[in-house]
Every structure is written in structure tokens, then in C-alpha cells.
Nanobody, 130 residues
Framework: EVQLVESGGGSVQPGGSLRLSCVAS????????LGWFRQSPGKEREGVAA???????RYTDSVKGRFFISRDNAKNTLYLQMDSLEPEDTATYHC????????????????????????WGQGTQVTVSS
């Protein structure tokens, strides 16, 4: 059974940093596109960042220059370094894994959409507040 387990969430003041981790098991980690999503109460789940097997990355506009996604295939681990955190970043953060389908030009357009992913973690809470 595929499992994705997030860690590293917590409470920080605005301007602070956190590093999230996601450890995967029972999948060929290096082949998967990996993503981070977040969801706050009353809002839809939002794609934050994604990384493919070549380390190509994509970010939603609101986190560009502040968040950095990376992966360590030897450790089956996905990371999200979050700097200059803002109260608007408060949410539950989920990692996700999916295999790219169809031509690259097609799936890169959907890489921040939930539909691109088959497996999900339970989430870790991030709270940014003074």
C-alpha cells in the first residue's frame, strides 16, 4: 500500500521559515511527479508547488520566490522549504504523487491540479500568526 507521510508543520511568526518533508513508501519514487497542496477552512485545495523526475519545478504565483520544492530520490523524500511566511500561508499542507500521463506539453499544464495525482498524504498543519 502506497503511503505518503508529511512532517515539519508548526506555528511560526510572519517572516519565519519552515521545512516540510514527505516520506513515500511502496512506490517507484523517482518516476513520480510530486506536489504540495494546501487547504484552509472554507477554501478549495490549492496546488502550491510541483516537481517532476527531472527536477523541473512549478509554483503557484503567490509563493514564487518564497517557497522551494525539492526531492531526494535516495531517501524517497519530498521537501518544501517555506521562507518569508505570511498569515495567508496558514493551511494544512498535503503532499501528493502521480505518474505523468500523455504528452509532456499536456501534463505540465495540470501539474498544480489535484487531478494529476493518485496518492495523497494526510497533511501537516502550518500556522503563521503573530
Amino acid at each position: 500500500e502506497v503511503q505518503l507521510v508529511e512532517s515539519g508543520g508548526g506555528s511560526v511568526q510572519p517572516g519565519g521559515s519552515l521545512r516540510l518533508s514527505c516520506v513515500a513508501s511502496e512506490l517507484t519514487f523517482s518516476s513520480y511527479v510530486l506536489g504540495w497542496f494546501r487547504q484552509s477552512p472554507g477554501k478549495e485545495r490549492e496546488g502550491v508547488a510541483a516537481i517532476d523526475s527531472t527536477n523541473w519545478t512549478r509554483y503557484t504565483d503567490s509563493v514564487k520566490g518564497r517557497f522551494f520544492i525539492s526531492r531526494d530520490n535516495a531517501k524517497n523524500t519530498l521537501y518544501l522549504q517555506m521562507d518569508s511566511l505570511e498569515p495567508e500561508d496558514t493551511a494544512t499542507y498535503h503532499c501528493a504523487a502521480g505518474l505523468p500521463r500523455g504528452p509532456r506539453i499536456q501534463w505540465v499544464r495540470s501539474v498544480l491540479s489535484q487531478s494529476a495525482y493518485s496518492f495523497w498524504g494526510q497533511g501537516t498543519q502550518v500556522t503563521v500568526s503573530s
